[in-house]
């Protein structure tokens, strides 16, 4: 099982941007994804999740301003970042508690990350 985010970039201040992550491999189940960000020197934070039922959540800095989604039926998890900020400047990693096949139990995936810039 891997995960694969996509969609990053650089964009002025007040721009949008869609990441995309995908998780492929022998899969039973997904329960919670989610997206969490990361800036150098930084502890990865949490930005939003979304339960296999569509329940959102959201961290106070984006509310307002992100849309966290998911296909189920494609195993994948979005995150629609508008009105940016150079604070939202980071490395976002999605994440995922999957149920593999064969498996018993939910594991906790990382994807790889990918570099958000916000310029001002």
């Known amino acids: 099982v891997q995960l694969q985010a996509s969609g990053g970039g650089l964009v002025q201040a007040g721009g949008s941007l869609r990441l995309s992550c995908a998780a492929s491999?022998?899969?039973?189940?997904?329960?919670?994804m989610g997206w969490y960000r990361q800036v150098s020197g930084k502890q990865r934070e949490l930005v939003a999740t979304?339960?296999?039922?569509?329940?959102?959540d959201y961290e106070d800095p984006v509310k307002g301003r992100f849309t966290i989604s998911r296909d189920n039926a494609k195993n994948m998890v979005y995150l629609q970042m508008t009105s940016l900020k150079p604070e939202d400047t980071a490395v976002y990693y999605c994440?995922?508690?999957?149920?593999?096949?064969?498996?018993?139990?939910?594991?906790?995936?990382w994807g790889q990350g990918t570099q958000v810039t916000v310029s001002s």
């Open positions: 994440n995922a508690d999957i149920r593999g096949g064969g498996l018993m139990y939910f594991v906790k995936y």
């Open positions: 979304i339960t296999s039922g569509g329940s959102t």
């Open positions: 491999g022998s899969i039973f189940r997904i329960n919670v």
